[in-house]
Each structure stands twice: as C-alpha cells, then as structure tokens.
C-alpha cells in the first residue's frame, strides 16, 4: 500500500531540512496514522464518541437506579461481581458473555426504587479465565479505590454528586510558568496531605509568586506511594489518599480562580505490573490491553508496555484523555515517559547523538507515535486551548510539530539536557575554573527550530533520594547551620545562593520557551525526596516540602524566592520567552561571562568568582541602557554592588555597539533599552 504525505509535509521539511531524505518515513507514520483513525470511524460514529466510552464502561449508576457493568476481557470464561452490599457473595451476579469479549450486568434497583449498591461499598470482580484459573480483580474503568485493611485496592461505589463549578478554564497565557508538584508532601507536616491543603495553601501561593501553571504529578492511583504516581494501577481513579474526587475539582476549581492551568502529569507509557490492584491481566491472558511476551514488559520499571496498536486499547486510553479533561477540567496534559513509547528499546542503554537514522529504524514504534499523533490530533481539534508537553531526552524531531504537517503535535517538549548538564557541572567539578561556559550556552540554545521547550533547572527527578536538589549540590550540611541571617556568611553559602540565582535566571533566560520549577527548587529547599518504604521505615521526614522555611524571616532561604518571583515579574513584563532563540553574543572561557540578546534585553552573566570593572558587553542597539533585573540586589541576599540608579551609554566599535559595566562575582544582570 502506497504511503501518503501529510498535508502540510513541506512546512515541517522547510523548518528542519534534515528530515527531508527521512520523508518516507514521515509518510508511513502519516498513513498508518490515517488508517489508524479509519479504523475507529468504522467502528465509531465519530472520535469523540469513541473516546467517551468511560460513560459506557465499568460500574455505573443509571438514572433509574439500576447499576450497568460493562467490561472488555475475551479471556475470561466467568465474570461476576460482588462487594459488601450482597456480602461477598461470588455467584449472584454473573454478567453475561456479548460479542468480541464484552461482558454486561444490570443489577435493578430494589423494590422501592433504590440503587442496590450503596454509597461506599467496596466491590470487586471474581473471575475465572478460559484455562480454568480464578482470581479477583477491580474495574479498568474504575473511577475511586482505596487501600484497606489488606495491602491492595478495592474499587468503592463512589457515584460523583455534581460538582458546582465556579470558575471557567483560564485563557492559556502567552508562555507557561510551570510549577511541577506533589499534592501529598505540599506542607511542612511529615504526613500525606490533601487536596484540600494543596488548594488552600500552595496555589495562592504560587499564584503570587507569578506562577500561571500547576502541573499535578501522582493524580492517576498507584498502589505503591514510593513510585511518585508512575506505577499507575488505575487510570480513572484520582489518587484516594488526597481526598475524594471532588475535592480534586476543588483544587482545580481554585486554581481557575487564580487564573491557573491545571496539567495533570499522565502515565501512558506503561502500566503497573500489578493483577490483583492493576490493569495488568484483567482477563487472566498475558495480553489484554498489553503486548505479549517480552515485548509487553519493561524490564527496567518493571511494567507493562500498551499495545498501541489494539483499537480496545486505543479505546481506553482516548477515554481517559478525555475523562481528565471533561469530568475534571483539567488543562492539559503532560506526557510522561515519550521516550519510552518512541522506541522498542524505550531509550534504555541508547545514547542519541542527533543522527537521524538513530529515530527513523526498526526500533521506532510506530504504533506508539500513531496513537501519539492521534491523542494529539484529538485533544487540540476538541480542545483548541489544551496544552500538551511530552517527556522526551531523544530529540525525536517534529515531535512538536502539527500533526498535518507530520509532526506528532505536542506543543512542546522538556528540555531535559538541562538539568542533566548542570548536576554534572556541580558533581563532577573540583572548582568553578573547570565550567565550560561553551558548553552551558550550547546546551541551553540548542533546540529544535520551531519547536517549543520547557526550560528547567531541575524537577523532581534531581530531588528523588540518592540526588541532591541544586541548592543542596551547592551549599551541602552548611543548609542546616548556616543560613540564618543572624549568622556570618559563609564563602559555601554566599557562593550557593549566589550561583543558584545565577543558574535559574541563566536557564529560564536562555533555555526554552516556557518554564518548569519542581516545588520549593524556588527557594533551594534543601534534602532530597523520599517516600515511606521499608528500606527508610516507612519514615515521612524526606516527603514533605518545607514551606515554612522560606517564611521565616530569619532565614536566607526568602531571598532565593524573591528572585524568582523577580524572573517571573521581569519576564511578564520584560517578554523574553516567545522572542525566539537567544542571540549569543559572548562565552568568555577564562572570565566565565555570558552575554546573550534576548527579546529587547541584554543579560550579563558572570560565573567568575572575581568580578570586572568596565567589563566591554555588546547590545544589539545604540542607546542608553539601564539595569532591570540584579541578583546581587540585597533584597535577593546579594551584596548590592550594581547600582541602580547607573546609566550605561553604548559606544561602536567598527560595526558593533557595547556598553562600559561592571560585573559583580556570581552575579547577573539583565539591562533594557531605555532611549
């Protein structure tokens, strides 16, 4: 069968002419996609109504009472249910047997016009697959479980009431700032907290910091509190140890208040393991909604890997799209582990390096970029404000192009060489004199043309157990004895907050066209994250966020976020991030300076733990310059040794422009246009 190209395949070639020897490859995805999509139209009035299938599936209330089941398992042999409202018993309520392995039940309701099932109960499937095997199991489809008394998850007859909304969605705004969060470690307690809790007290938080964005990790239910919500065991279930579901619309409902995007950080490249709590092995079979054999493991996380290419599968992934979005409000999505999907291999013992024939082989899984392309396609077609960001360390190019010019749509990508480069920087380095200040700018400028990144210091993964977070990396056990201001400052912590305000500013000012900081990286909370287990006595100290830190007065901990509510302040008002690339005008290897153009700023880096008098720094325009933003300012804990109140007049040298300034040690300054 002859391929067929993209509609706008010659965009997408213009932007990136590298790809254009890989066109026909491009068009393979491109018709398998096409087909993909005719195959659900066959089977589907529309793709809406395909990926609205939740309302079908699972254990369902019905207007008149009665109680629909509906499950996909052409495995199983017997299905029925029970649960504490007909005292566990097995056999009552068998559901019967329909075409192409769907099994159905309706329970009616009782006498006097009631719900047989009430509100609360725990309910599980028993089941016996067609090789004789019994085991139980709880609903793909289920929408809230909890953890009992035994260690697994039983599915609970939660009927949602209706939620009153008070807000609208936000607008999107020109450029994401993002803070990356985890509702259960969001106060100081040692304890798991709400979302109740994370609605009161972090939002308007963060909201006055210049935040417009929470991305939410650990929403989908996982079994396993120590997998940060990346061993989901059921996709429709908001995590029960936060709160009921309605207390996440709260959450979301306050965000729109504020007037905050709310991402939910989605689990679609792999599936917990588990049987009894899980999605894996519903029906008994190997497969189900999983690919058989090896290739349906990851042997690495230890899980599942989807077959993309089931339209059952396609059909329970569209679902949960557009469950999170329509029943939650939730304003997009950010796509965990894309690299893992692009490839067979799952990025596993591969290094890219930015060869072309690394992503277009026998190892790229298409079946995964097709339904890419497809929940992609979907959500921005229904949704025209929905946000998209796809977890990808490979580059894989046109990942966030359109999908009509054979991209595979997302709106933008993390920049994930960033936080990898600067944990290198500060692990592997004896002395700042060994900082390739080429290789930072390199790193931090180079992107796919036209395709947005996310730029970060460091998210959750820096600040796991057995990783420092940078603020830690930096200032090390003098966090603990040294950062209050009765104290002297020491030379360990006046370089860390330094260098961390250099960092920040540097990487959000350079790095991507929208911003990510995991929560507390804002004002360097120090330690590491660590989930109760066994291996630490399933102690809360390490899973929390210590907020508190930053309000004490007596602590410099306040300073580091100051400044970066400043970049968030100066960066609204200032509009670097949508301005394109950075134009680079200096990287000085001996005096680690950076100079950069960016929007109509110019920003001065100095990472020398010396500073220059009359240093000569190029603008892009004649005129006279001022000073817009200072990490050394002393309301950011800096020695304030720019002042302010300076005029800095450009001069030419033969075809360029400079201006006469002085560069405090670990310092930077952003510098405007002002006549």
Known sequence: MSSTSAPDIASLLSLDPYLSPFKSHLDTL??????????????????????RSYRDFGIQIQTDNSVRCKEWAPNLARLHLAGDFNHWNKSEYGLERKESGIWELVIQPDEEGHCKIPVGSDLRYFCEDKQGNKFDRISPWARYVTQGTRIYF????????????????????????????????????????????????????????????VQLMAVMEHAYYASFGYQVTSFFAPSSRFGPPDTLKYLIDTAHKH????????????????????????????????????????????????????????????????????????????????TSMLYHHHGVNYSFSGDYNEYFNEYLNQGAVNYMMLANEYLHTKYPNIVTIAEDVSGFPGLCRPVHEGGVGFDYRLAMS????????????????????????HTLNNRRYKEKNIAYVESHDQALVGDKSIAFWLMDQEMYTNMSVLSDLTP?????????????????GLGGEGILTFMGNEFGHPEWLDFPREGNGESYHYCRRQYNLADDEL???????????????????????????????????????????????CFAFNLHWESFQGYRTQVKTPGKYKVVLNSDAEQFGGQNRVDLSTEYFSYTEGDKFYISTYLPSRTALVFQLCD
């Open 555 to 601: 602590l410099r901990y306040k300073f580091l976020e100051r400044f970066d509510g400043a970049i968030l302040t100066a960066e609204r008002d200032y509009k670097w991030l949508d301005r394109g690339n950075g134009y680079i005008y200096l990287a000085h290897e001996s005096d680690k300076v950076i100079v950069f153009e960016r929007g109509d700023l």
């Open 418 to 441: 960033t936080p990898d480069l600067w944990i290198k920087l500060l692990k592997e380095s004896t002395t700042d004199a060994e900082w390739n200040v080429g290789n930072i700018v």
């Open 154 to 213: 039983n599915e609970v007859f939660l009927p949602s009431p209706q939620f009153e909304w008070g807000y609208k969605s936000p607008t999107p705004p020109r450029v994401l700032y993002i803070y990356e969060s985890h509702v259960g470690i969001c106060t100081p307690e040692p304890k798991i907290s709400s979302y109740v809790e994370f609605a009161d007290t972090v939002i308007p938080r963060i909201a006055k910091l210049g935040y417009n964005t």
């Open 259 to 338: 007037g905050m995007l709310v991402l939910l950080d989605l689990v679609h490249s792999h599936a917990s393991n588990n049987t009894t709590d899980g999605l894996n092995s519903f029906d008994g079979s190997d497969s189900h909604y999983f690919l058989s054999g090896p290739a349906g493991k990851h042997d690495q996380w230890n899980s599942r890997i989807f077959d993309y290419t089931n339209t059952d599968t396609l059909k329970f992934l569209l679902s949960n799209l557009e469950y999170w979005v329509s029943e939650f409000k939730f304003d997009g999505f950010r796509f965990d582990g894309v």
């Open 492 to 508: 360990r912590i006046e370089r860390g907050i330094a260098l961390h305000k250099v960092l920040r500013l540097l990487t959000f």
């Open 30 to 51: 491109y018709s398998n996609y096409q087909q993909t999509r005719d195959r659900i139209l066959s089977l589907s009035p529309s793709l809406e109504e395909f990926a």
